[in-house]
């Protein structure tokens, strides 16, 4: 026994893993720094590495094996913030229980803008409209703003407290201290000045006033600032939810439950209940529970969520599928390969997460600006009292002066920059088909050099399309499309989808079809009678004609003993080098005519890269198709062999747009499926087709609601042209700023007076950002 323990111990010693790697879920993050901070702390201990994004609120983080995970969470807590580690999945084997629904985390904020919004908006009507200044008004003023101000701008004060400890300083410091300031200020001036005795009256005026400034209240300047504020940061909130949006909507694209087949009886069971080497049915029209190999049975299956590829893949047994994707035909028996993290469309969710984490969230440039901006503002405020005070200028002009200061520098028209413009811009863009998801995707728009456009839903329309008929000599086109369309009336194929659909708007009704048969991956077959309608007294009236008709590829004719004449040869090999689909129609034992059957190219998309290349961008072309019908398509629409990558998977995808990064490139990706999420994500700007998948849509910045590509040409002068603006408000909100400070701490500027310049910066901003309800499409202007 002691020989063998030596092997004992051996073996398990690689068992144990020197580290292992655990998520945590950070709360109270405000912005970038935030995320940073988490990060500091957590590397501090030892043999801990971790990296933070703010983005998905996530901490990514590598322990030794034998650490805790309960210490990470202190040591986030010790620095402010929230962590906890998510709920582990499922053993093997047992049932999911129903996701609890997740708090929608918008909603609080939401009824903190709303209630701010009620109480304060009649403070601003009273303080800037004289006539509405009744008796005992300023207390009234007093009554609705301090809640707006101590409870609407609380999460300013505790991120303001949180800095502090820090030692950090942003816009939140700012936003606390000169609401808090305000309401000190009016306070004083309600119990121990002037402002509180009846009739009190507050002229909304721009001259500066020799008094000490304890007469007057600057209720409305702190209840509008906290309003002005949470309105920005409700509709921040609101677009930092999409990554965690769009890795929801890419696992529930799995099938929810699955039929085993156990002891040769099916039983319904969730699909977390599957292990590898179980066979379970897939029904046609049911998803294919997990990755797996085909067992018994012969089906179409559409792939194209995970390839991209718009013709269902023929599958028998012995081929592999890909869990998510449908059955579009037969009866199939199923043997699970791999399940839960280790499938296909797991490991796309996991390339879309990784994409996002290594996208990081742009700071604000407010954020970056009021990180020196504040300190200063601060330094100078306590500077100016300190300066009257040993001047002897006396405690309440001091106070006034300091105040003046704190309010001038209150950034009020700050946030009203970003959302203003973003609100009159993404308005304006929805008019146009554009959909912009936050201010922080904006900034790359300028950068811009290169689009890739996915081929399949983007560059085409993702449907097959009837593109011409051949008939060979002396053969009836009409009669060649009657017959065809008449026999694949029976199949749910695309293909024949698309016959049928070309046959009827052309023909109108079609005739029925007797003794229909489906040869998987070849095509169909059927007889076909017509009943003669000719003359009253002709003999051939009423006459019954069958014809026995094959529809499919000439491998199907070929079992049938039927040869193609070289005019079908030569139509047939023409439309594979242009990397179309040749189906073959024959009758009565002769091949009649080649159907040629592609993916429809949308009619705007020439225009479209020709549009593109006018804003000084290089178009490419990015497929899961093949080479031949790769560059049939660019053929079609203006880009050349050398801007088309083509055979490539959803991995691929990312690859190349990580490729055309890394060589300097400024990459924007536009795509419509879910096998373009990760790539919509790892591009510097993702742009999604609003008429593809949801996951597309949430894991991109901009979305084409329109769903026509003409619309990435309006996105991207629109999402520019926002960027200038919400710059420019940000330039003149700190220019109002830095102009009246100098003002401010001379004593030359009453308090009163600084809140009327921010209001009047507000409105500047607010104006300027309406100039977006102008942007007029250079599409539209064109025609």
Sequence with gaps: ??????????????????????????????????????????????????????????????????????????????????????????????????????????????????????????????????????????????????????????????????????????????????????????????LFGTAGVPGMVHPFTFKASSADGAGNIYLEVAAGVTLFILVGRYFEARSKRAAGAALRALLELGAKDVAVLREGAETRVPVESLAVGDRFVVRPGEKIATDGVVETGTSAVDVSMITGESVPAEVGPGDAVVGGCVNAGGRLVVRATRVGADTQLARMAQLVEDAQGGKAAVQRLADRVSAVFVPIVIALAVGTLGFWLGSGGGAAAAFTAAVAVLIIACPCALGLATPTALIVGTGRGAQLGVLIKGPEVLESTRRIDTVVLDKTGTVTTGAMELLGVHPADGVDADEALRLAGAVEHGSEHPIARAIVAAATAKLGELPGVAEFGNHAGLGVQGVVTDVVDGPENSPQNGTVIAHAVLVGRPALLAEHGIELPPSLVTAREQAERDGRTAIVVSWDGVARAVLVVADAIRPTSAEAVRR????????????????????????????????????????????????????????????????????????????????????????????????????????????????????????????????????????????????????????FVVTNSLRLRRFRSAVRESR
């Design 1 to 190: 026994m002691s020989a063998s323990t030596p092997a004992q111990t051996t073996a398990v010693t690689p068992a144990t893993p020197p580290e292992r790697r655990l998520e945590l879920l950070i709360g109270g993050m405000t912005c970038a720094s935030c995320a940073n901070r988490v990060e500091r702390k957590l590397n501090k201990l030892d043999g801990v590495s971790a990296s933070v994004n703010y983005a998905t609120e996530k901490a990514r983080v590598s322990v030794p094996h034998d650490l805790d995970p309960a210490v990470l969470v202190a040591q986030v807590e010790a620095a402010g913030y929230t962590a906890e580690l998510p709920a582990p999945p499922p053993e093997p084997g047992e049932p999911a229980g129903a996701p609890a629904e997740p708090d929608d985390p918008v909603g609080p904020l939401r009824r903190r803008v709303i209630v701010s919004a009620v109480l304060a908006a009649p403070v601003i009507a009273m303080a800037m409209v004289p006539s509405l200044q009744f008796t005992y008004w300023q207390w009234i003023s007093l009554t609705l703003a301090a809640p707006v101000v101590v409870w609407g701008a609380w999460p300013f004060h505790r991120a303001t407290w949180t800095n502090l400890r820090h030692g950090a300083a942003t816009m939140d410091t700012l936003v606390s201290m000169g609401t808090l300031a305000a309401l000190a200020w009016s306070l004083y001036a309600l």
């Design 612 to 763: 593109l290349r006018e804003l000084g961008l290089t178009p490419m072309l990015l497929t899961g198709d093949n080479q031949a019908a790769a560059r049939a398509v660019g053929a079609r629409i203006g880009i050349g062999p050398d801007a088309i990558i083509a055979d490539v998977l959803p991995e691929d995808k990312v690859a190349v747009v990580q490729r055309l990064r890394s060589e300097g490139r400024v990459v924007a990706m536009v795509g419509d499926g879910v096998n373009d999420a990760a790539a919509l994500a790892t591009a510097d700007l993702g742009l999604a087709m609003g008429t593809g998948t949801d996951v597309a849509i949430e894991a991109s910045d901009l979305t084409l609601v329109r769903g026509d590509l003409l619309a990435t040409v309006d996105a991207i002068r629109l999402a520019r042209r926002t960027l200038t603006t919400i710059r420019g408000n940000l330039f003149w909100a700190f220019a109002y700023n830095v102009a009246a400070l100098p003002l401010a701490a001379a004593g030359m500027l009453n308090p009163m007076i600084a809140g009327a310049a921010m209001a009047f910066s507000s409105v």
